[in-house]
């Protein structure tokens, strides 16, 4: 079957780095992606990795093993607004997304 | 300039109720869904349309019909609502291709509480 899991939820203080964890098994593989949703909105999209390695954007880093079905995001210089629930969901091989159900990341003074 | 909308944002309603959700994009887009995320935070994909055609339908109750005047628009009927309905209902739309990203732009949400 087809298969997301990842941290319920994880904490971090600001101004640190955290290091969320995907891993998947799809019917085929067209790429993972990583989605950011705040409470009581809609998810927005962060990252997109189809090849192994790292893609930096600013802050945000996200990195891929096709190899060992892993992936994972990592927030540097954690601020305030970025509590929120990261999702992360990949493309089968009909590029359908499967998702995980998200990781909900509080972030202390 | 929206890229995806939903309306209504908000819809409170009785059990047994018929009522709809009306989503737009002006992406451009061949593809289109309805997800369901309830208290849990899960995102459940519901329906997928491609190109007016529907592609993906799992397993929900035949009480809720979609529909696809055309390719911009994917609309969510729900028959005789029940308590267990309410969640939020997002809207998203994609590219899907060897050329694209497929990445999926969602709509605001429709909060819906069936009371």
């Known amino acids: 079957g087809q298969n997301i899991d990842q941290p319920t939820e994880m904490t971090a203080t600001e101004g640190a780095i955290v290091q969320i964890n995907c891993t998947y098994q799809?019917?085929?593989?067209?790429?993972l992606f990583w989605y950011q949703q705040h409470a009581g909105e809609a998810p927005t999209f962060l990252s997109y990795n189809v090849l192994d390695g790292l893609e930096e954007k600013g802050r945000f880093s996200s990195f891929l093993s096709r190899s060992k079905g892993y992936s994972y995001l990592l927030l540097k210089e954690l601020q305030m607004k970025d509590s929120a629930s990261y999702l992360c969901?990949?493309?089968?091989?009909?590029?359908?997304?499967?998702w995980g159900a998200g990781t909900k990341l509080i972030i202390k003074p | 300039d929206t890229a995806v909308s939903q309306t209504p944002k908000y819809l409170v309603t009785q059990m047994g109720n018929d009522k709809s959700i009306k989503c737009e994009q002006n992406l451009g887009h061949d593809t289109m869904y309805w997800y369901k995320q309830d208290s849990k935070k899960f995102l459940k994909i519901m329906f997928s349309?491609?190109?007016?055609?529907?592609?993906i339908n799992e397993t929900v109750p035949n009480r809720f019909s979609p529909k696809s005047p055309d390719k911009a628009h994917l609309n969510l009927h729900i028959n005789s609502l029940e308590l267990g309905d309410s969640a939020v209902y997002f809207c998203?739309?994609?590219?899907?291709?060897?050329?694209?990203?497929?990445?999926?732009?969602f709509g605001p949400g429709t909060r819906l509480t069936v009371l």
């Open positions: 969901a990949a493309s089968d091989s009909n590029y359908q997304l499967i």
């Open positions: 799809t019917s085929g593989f067209n790429g």
């Open positions: 998203a739309s994609s590219q899907v291709g060897l050329e694209t990203y497929n990445e999926q732009f």
């Open positions: 349309y491609n190109n007016k055609e529907l592609i």
